[in-house]
């Protein structure tokens, strides 16, 4: 009975979580996590730690659902007294197998002089490499 308990315990404090690693290994950006209908994390690398970095109350909303698959989409900023970020996450999930592909792109609008930098970045559900 104890053991039934703790695994409904276990089932209801779990969250539906997606991590998407980024297919270029030596990316600034290492991956993001999607929490089902709670946040979105965006982690990057602070020397040769990951780190979660921006970290948004909300999830991408649902944009296409047909063609065997399901597509994901939403943008959200980041402002601070260096920059105004702004990130496009989508991403899709195949159902056929079952594996979702991400991209991001962030483009930082600096308040100095410096110009403006557009990054794109393109993640996959795999185990980190």
């Known amino acids: 009975m104890k053991k039934i308990i703790l695994l409904l315990l276990i089932c209801f404090q779990s969250q539906a979580q997606i991590k998407f690693w980024n297919t270029n290994p030596t990316s ?3 991956l993001f996590e999607v929490e089902w209908g709670k946040k979105t994390t965006i982690h990057t690398k602070v020397g040769k730690e990951t780190k979660p970095m921006y970290i948004f109350n909300k999830t991408a909303v649902q ?4 063609d065997a698959r399901t597509k994901y989409q939403m943008t959200v900023e980041s402002t601070d007294n260096v920059a105004k970020r702004t ?3 989508s991403y899709t999930h195949y159902r056929q197998t079952n594996s979702y592909l991400g991209y991001i792109k962030s483009t930082y ?3 100095d002089k410096r110009p403006t930098k557009v990054f794109e970045e393109n993640f ?3 185990v980190n490499p």
């Open 87 to 89: 990130f496009q996450i």
């Open 124 to 126: 996959e559900t795999v």
């Open 109 to 111: 609008v600096y308040h």
């Open 63 to 66: 944009t296409f659902n047909g």
């Open 28 to 30: 600034n950006m290492p």
